[in-house]
Protein backbone atom coordinates (compact mmCIF):
# COMPACT_ATOMS: atom_id res chain seq x y z
CA UNK A 1 0.00 0.00 0.00
CA UNK A 2 1.32 3.73 -0.64
CA UNK A 3 2.45 5.33 2.37
CA UNK A 4 -0.02 8.43 1.43
CA UNK A 5 -2.92 5.74 0.86
CA UNK A 6 -2.29 4.04 4.17
CA UNK A 7 -1.96 7.33 6.05
CA UNK A 8 -5.61 7.59 4.29
CA UNK A 9 -7.08 4.79 5.77
CA UNK A 10 -6.14 4.92 8.96
CA UNK A 11 -7.38 8.21 9.51
CA UNK A 12 -10.33 7.60 8.13
CA UNK A 13 -10.88 4.50 10.43
CA UNK A 14 -9.85 7.22 12.96
CA UNK A 15 -11.78 10.43 12.52
CA UNK A 16 -14.51 9.30 10.56
CA UNK A 17 -15.38 5.30 11.85
CA UNK A 18 -14.69 6.30 15.28
CA UNK A 19 -12.91 3.42 16.23
CA UNK A 20 -9.85 3.33 18.68
CA UNK A 21 -6.14 2.82 17.75
CA UNK A 22 -6.01 -0.46 19.28
CA UNK A 23 -9.09 -1.09 16.64
CA UNK A 24 -7.43 -0.30 14.11
CA UNK A 25 -4.34 -1.86 15.16
CA UNK A 26 -5.78 -5.14 15.13
CA UNK A 27 -7.56 -4.30 11.07
CA UNK A 28 -4.56 -3.01 9.57
CA UNK A 29 -2.00 -5.28 11.91
CA UNK A 30 -0.11 -3.52 13.71
CA UNK A 31 0.70 -1.89 17.03
CA UNK A 32 -1.20 0.89 18.58
CA UNK A 33 1.85 2.88 18.90
CA UNK A 34 2.76 2.83 15.08
CA UNK A 35 -1.22 3.50 14.40
CA UNK A 36 -0.69 6.84 16.85
CA UNK A 37 2.14 7.95 14.60
CA UNK A 38 0.43 7.28 11.39
CA UNK A 39 -2.23 9.28 12.76
CA UNK A 40 0.39 11.97 13.77
CA UNK A 41 2.25 11.52 10.24
CA UNK A 42 -1.50 12.01 8.51
CA UNK A 43 -2.00 15.33 10.34
CA UNK A 44 1.69 16.73 9.52
CA UNK A 45 1.19 15.71 5.76
CA UNK A 46 -2.09 17.09 5.23
CA UNK A 47 -4.02 14.91 4.35
CA UNK A 48 -5.92 15.23 7.94
CA UNK A 49 -6.93 19.04 8.84
CA UNK A 50 -8.83 19.17 11.99
CA UNK A 51 -11.13 22.35 12.34
CA UNK A 52 -12.23 23.65 15.78
CA UNK A 53 -15.90 24.77 15.00
CA UNK A 54 -16.03 27.52 18.29
CA UNK A 55 -19.56 28.36 19.50
CA UNK A 56 -19.22 32.02 18.76
CA UNK A 57 -21.13 34.14 21.20
CA UNK A 58 -21.65 37.89 20.94
CA UNK A 59 -22.40 40.57 23.52
CA UNK A 60 -25.78 42.19 22.91
CA UNK A 61 -25.57 45.22 25.58
CA UNK A 62 -22.31 46.20 23.59
CA UNK A 63 -23.85 45.67 20.31
CA UNK A 64 -26.83 47.68 21.79
CA UNK A 65 -24.87 50.52 22.92
CA UNK A 66 -22.33 51.10 19.85
CA UNK A 67 -25.62 51.42 17.86
CA UNK A 68 -27.27 54.20 19.90
CA UNK A 69 -24.22 55.96 20.40
CA UNK A 70 -23.09 55.89 16.52
CA UNK A 71 -26.04 55.04 14.57
CA UNK A 72 -25.26 52.10 13.18
CA UNK A 73 -27.27 49.79 11.17
CA UNK A 74 -25.66 47.05 12.93
CA UNK A 75 -23.31 45.78 15.37
CA UNK A 76 -21.80 42.23 15.74
CA UNK A 77 -19.76 42.37 19.03
CA UNK A 78 -17.77 39.07 19.48
CA UNK A 79 -17.45 37.84 23.35
CA UNK A 80 -13.43 36.50 22.49
CA UNK A 81 -13.16 35.81 26.42
CA UNK A 82 -9.32 36.44 26.41
CA UNK A 83 -9.00 34.10 23.15
CA UNK A 84 -5.34 34.85 21.06
CA UNK A 85 -6.03 37.59 18.54
CA UNK A 86 -5.74 34.97 15.69
CA UNK A 87 -8.43 33.47 16.80
CA UNK A 88 -10.58 36.78 17.02
CA UNK A 89 -9.66 37.32 13.75
CA UNK A 90 -11.24 34.02 12.86
CA UNK A 91 -14.51 34.88 15.28
CA UNK A 92 -14.92 37.90 13.11
CA UNK A 93 -14.87 36.43 10.18
CA UNK A 94 -17.25 34.12 11.04
CA UNK A 95 -19.90 37.17 12.42
CA UNK A 96 -19.13 38.80 9.35
CA UNK A 97 -19.49 35.89 6.84
CA UNK A 98 -22.99 34.73 8.62
CA UNK A 99 -23.91 38.65 7.97
CA UNK A 100 -23.08 39.03 4.47
CA UNK A 101 -24.62 35.79 3.87
CA UNK A 102 -28.04 36.49 4.78
CA UNK A 103 -27.50 40.48 2.94
CA UNK A 104 -26.84 39.08 0.16
CA UNK A 105 -29.65 38.78 -2.98
CA UNK A 106 -29.88 37.71 -6.43
CA UNK A 107 -27.55 39.59 -8.14
CA UNK A 108 -25.93 41.36 -5.48
CA UNK A 109 -23.03 43.41 -6.12
CA UNK A 110 -20.08 42.98 -3.51
CA UNK A 111 -16.91 45.76 -2.95
CA UNK A 112 -14.14 44.84 -1.00
CA UNK A 113 -10.69 46.11 0.05
CA UNK A 114 -8.33 44.00 1.21
CA UNK A 115 -6.21 42.33 4.77
CA UNK A 116 -6.57 40.22 6.80
CA UNK A 117 -9.90 40.31 8.19
CA UNK A 118 -11.61 40.23 4.69
CA UNK A 119 -9.89 37.09 4.19
CA UNK A 120 -10.87 35.99 7.02
CA UNK A 121 -14.31 36.87 6.40
CA UNK A 122 -13.77 35.27 2.77
CA UNK A 123 -12.63 32.00 4.77
CA UNK A 124 -15.22 31.87 6.80
CA UNK A 125 -18.50 31.87 4.02
CA UNK A 126 -20.41 28.65 3.77
CA UNK A 127 -23.47 29.80 1.65
CA UNK A 128 -25.99 26.48 1.15
CA UNK A 129 -27.30 27.96 -2.26
CA UNK A 130 -25.61 29.59 -5.17
CA UNK A 131 -25.88 33.29 -6.07
CA UNK A 132 -25.26 35.07 -9.49
CA UNK A 133 -23.31 37.68 -7.71
CA UNK A 134 -20.23 40.23 -9.04
CA UNK A 135 -17.64 40.97 -6.46
CA UNK A 136 -15.35 44.26 -7.15
CA UNK A 137 -12.47 44.87 -6.42
CA UNK A 138 -12.73 48.37 -4.48
CA UNK A 139 -8.72 49.62 -4.64
CA UNK A 140 -5.94 48.60 -6.10
CA UNK A 141 -3.99 45.77 -5.64
CA UNK A 142 -1.29 45.78 -2.99
CA UNK A 143 0.95 43.27 -5.23
CA UNK A 144 3.61 42.76 -2.17
CA UNK A 145 3.25 40.19 0.95
CA UNK A 146 0.48 37.62 1.23
CA UNK A 147 -1.20 37.43 -2.12
CA UNK A 148 -4.46 35.87 -0.05
CA UNK A 149 -4.93 39.20 1.75
CA UNK A 150 -4.75 41.37 -1.29
CA UNK A 151 -8.07 42.53 -3.39
CA UNK A 152 -7.34 39.99 -6.58
CA UNK A 153 -7.59 36.79 -4.84
CA UNK A 154 -10.25 37.86 -2.57
CA UNK A 155 -12.38 39.15 -5.22
CA UNK A 156 -12.03 35.77 -7.07
CA UNK A 157 -12.22 33.71 -3.92
CA UNK A 158 -16.02 35.17 -3.28
CA UNK A 159 -17.04 35.23 -6.62
CA UNK A 160 -16.26 31.61 -6.76
CA UNK A 161 -17.75 30.97 -3.38
CA UNK A 162 -21.14 31.61 -4.52
CA UNK A 163 -20.45 30.70 -8.54
CA UNK A 164 -20.61 34.57 -9.17
CA UNK A 165 -17.87 37.07 -11.39
CA UNK A 166 -15.45 39.20 -9.99
CA UNK A 167 -13.92 42.22 -11.93
CA UNK A 168 -10.23 43.37 -10.64
CA UNK A 169 -9.20 46.93 -10.46
CA UNK A 170 -6.24 46.88 -12.66
CA UNK A 171 -4.02 49.31 -10.97
CA UNK A 172 -1.20 49.08 -7.53
CA UNK A 173 -3.03 50.81 -4.25
CA UNK A 174 -0.58 53.16 -3.88
CA UNK A 175 1.65 54.80 -6.75
CA UNK A 176 4.97 56.91 -6.71
CA UNK A 177 2.79 60.35 -6.98
CA UNK A 178 -0.76 62.18 -7.55
CA UNK A 179 0.60 62.67 -10.97
CA UNK A 180 0.62 58.80 -12.01
CA UNK A 181 -2.63 58.71 -9.94
CA UNK A 182 -4.53 60.98 -12.46
CA UNK A 183 -3.11 59.25 -15.07
CA UNK A 184 -4.48 56.21 -14.06
CA UNK A 185 -7.81 57.15 -13.47
CA UNK A 186 -7.92 58.55 -17.18
CA UNK A 187 -7.84 54.83 -17.89
CA UNK A 188 -11.23 53.32 -19.67
CA UNK A 189 -11.04 50.28 -17.87
CA UNK A 190 -10.26 51.45 -14.21
CA UNK A 191 -12.72 54.40 -14.72
CA UNK A 192 -15.14 51.59 -15.56
CA UNK A 193 -14.63 49.22 -12.40
CA UNK A 194 -14.02 52.34 -9.62
CA UNK A 195 -17.67 53.49 -10.99
CA UNK A 196 -19.34 49.69 -10.26
CA UNK A 197 -17.49 49.62 -6.75
CA UNK A 198 -19.28 53.55 -6.24
CA UNK A 199 -22.27 51.71 -6.85
CA UNK A 200 -22.33 48.33 -5.55
CA UNK A 201 -25.04 47.08 -2.65
CA UNK A 202 -22.61 46.12 -0.08
CA UNK A 203 -18.78 46.85 0.77
CA UNK A 204 -16.97 44.81 3.15
CA UNK A 205 -13.84 46.64 4.26
CA UNK A 206 -11.34 46.38 6.49
CA UNK A 207 -9.98 49.10 9.51
CA UNK A 208 -6.49 50.03 9.05
CA UNK A 209 -4.31 51.00 12.35
CA UNK A 210 -1.46 53.11 12.83
CA UNK A 211 0.12 51.02 16.01
CA UNK A 212 2.86 48.97 14.01
CA UNK A 213 2.04 45.41 15.71
CA UNK A 214 -1.49 45.35 13.50
CA UNK A 215 -0.41 47.95 11.00
CA UNK A 216 -1.46 45.98 7.59
CA UNK A 217 0.59 48.77 4.95
CA UNK A 218 3.38 48.17 7.54
CA UNK A 219 3.12 44.47 7.37
CA UNK A 220 2.50 44.49 3.69
CA UNK A 221 6.19 46.82 3.12
CA UNK A 222 4.66 49.87 1.81
CA UNK A 223 5.45 52.06 5.29
CA UNK A 224 7.76 51.67 7.95
CA UNK A 225 7.71 52.79 11.68
CA UNK A 226 8.95 56.05 11.18
CA UNK A 227 6.37 56.79 8.44
CA UNK A 228 3.79 55.41 10.67
CA UNK A 229 5.58 57.70 13.75
CA UNK A 230 4.98 60.79 11.47
CA UNK A 231 1.49 59.93 9.99
CA UNK A 232 -0.07 60.00 14.33
CA UNK A 233 2.20 63.21 14.34
CA UNK A 234 -0.10 64.81 11.59
CA UNK A 235 -3.50 63.21 13.23
CA UNK A 236 -3.76 59.80 11.40
CA UNK A 237 -5.48 57.33 13.65
CA UNK A 238 -6.05 54.64 11.09
CA UNK A 239 -7.19 53.96 7.39
CA UNK A 240 -9.82 52.44 5.43
CA UNK A 241 -9.72 51.75 1.85
CA UNK A 242 -6.50 53.46 2.07
CA UNK A 243 -7.24 56.82 3.05
CA UNK A 244 -6.46 57.52 6.38
CA UNK A 245 -8.56 59.75 8.52
CA UNK A 246 -8.15 61.72 11.70
CA UNK A 247 -9.89 60.93 15.02
CA UNK A 248 -12.85 62.57 14.24
CA UNK A 249 -13.24 60.78 10.73
CA UNK A 250 -12.01 63.46 8.78
CA UNK A 251 -9.75 62.50 5.64
CA UNK A 252 -6.49 63.62 5.73
CA UNK A 253 -4.75 65.96 3.47
CA UNK A 254 -2.09 64.49 3.35
CA UNK A 255 0.63 63.06 0.51
CA UNK A 256 -0.21 59.60 0.86
CA UNK A 257 -4.10 59.56 0.59
CA UNK A 258 -3.48 61.86 -2.77
CA UNK A 259 -1.60 58.22 -4.07
CA UNK A 260 -3.84 56.40 -3.52
CA UNK A 261 -5.71 54.12 -6.12
CA UNK A 262 -9.46 53.16 -5.45
CA UNK A 263 -12.75 54.64 -4.17
CA UNK A 264 -12.55 57.56 -1.60
CA UNK A 265 -14.00 57.60 1.54
CA UNK A 266 -16.73 60.08 0.48
CA UNK A 267 -17.44 57.01 -2.20
CA UNK A 268 -18.57 54.98 0.75
CA UNK A 269 -21.70 57.33 1.75
CA UNK A 270 -23.48 55.95 -1.10
CA UNK A 271 -23.58 52.57 -0.59
CA UNK A 272 -26.56 51.13 1.49
CA UNK A 273 -24.40 48.75 3.56
CA UNK A 274 -20.53 49.43 4.19
CA UNK A 275 -19.34 46.61 6.89
CA UNK A 276 -16.16 47.51 8.57
CA UNK A 277 -14.64 44.26 10.32
CA UNK A 278 -11.68 44.85 13.03
CA UNK A 279 -10.82 43.58 16.77
CA UNK A 280 -8.12 44.10 19.01
CA UNK A 281 -7.80 46.69 21.61
CA UNK A 282 -4.66 48.26 19.45
CA UNK A 283 -7.44 48.89 16.55
CA UNK A 284 -9.86 50.92 18.84
CA UNK A 285 -8.24 54.21 17.91
CA UNK A 286 -9.08 53.65 14.42
CA UNK A 287 -12.52 52.49 14.30
CA UNK A 288 -13.53 55.34 16.78
CA UNK A 289 -12.36 57.73 13.90
CA UNK A 290 -14.32 55.50 11.44
CA UNK A 291 -17.52 55.34 13.02
CA UNK A 292 -17.56 59.22 14.12
CA UNK A 293 -16.60 60.06 10.47
CA UNK A 294 -19.55 57.66 8.81
CA UNK A 295 -17.12 55.64 6.85
CA UNK A 296 -19.37 52.41 8.23
CA UNK A 297 -22.45 51.56 9.04
CA UNK A 298 -22.01 48.04 9.93
CA UNK A 299 -19.24 46.87 12.84
CA UNK A 300 -18.04 43.49 13.43
CA UNK A 301 -15.84 43.48 16.20
CA UNK A 302 -15.35 42.55 19.28
CA UNK A 303 -15.98 43.03 23.35
CA UNK A 304 -12.36 44.37 24.20
CA UNK A 305 -12.40 46.72 20.97
CA UNK A 306 -15.93 47.94 21.63
CA UNK A 307 -15.85 48.75 25.21
CA UNK A 308 -12.44 50.56 24.43
CA UNK A 309 -13.75 52.83 21.66
CA UNK A 310 -17.04 53.40 23.74
CA UNK A 311 -14.43 54.56 26.78
CA UNK A 312 -12.64 56.30 24.47
CA UNK A 313 -15.46 58.34 23.10
CA UNK A 314 -16.61 59.38 26.45
CA UNK A 315 -13.53 60.54 26.76
Known amino acids: MERADLLAQVASLYYEDGLTQAEIARQVDASRSTISRLLHEAREAGIVEITIHYPWKTDPELENRLEERFQ ?57 RRLPITVVQMIGAVGIGDPLIDGPDLARLMADIYGGEYRYLHAPLIVENGQVRQGLLQEPRIQETLGLARKVDIALVGVGSLVPEVSSLLRAGYLDRQALAKLRAQGAVGDICGRHYDAHGRVMDIELNRRMVGIELKDLQGIEQVIGVAGGEAKAEAILGALRGGHVNVLVTDDGAAGKVLTLDER
Open 72 to 128: LRKALVLAARGRAYTEILRGLGVLAARYIDRALTQDSTLGISWGTAVHSTAQALRPK
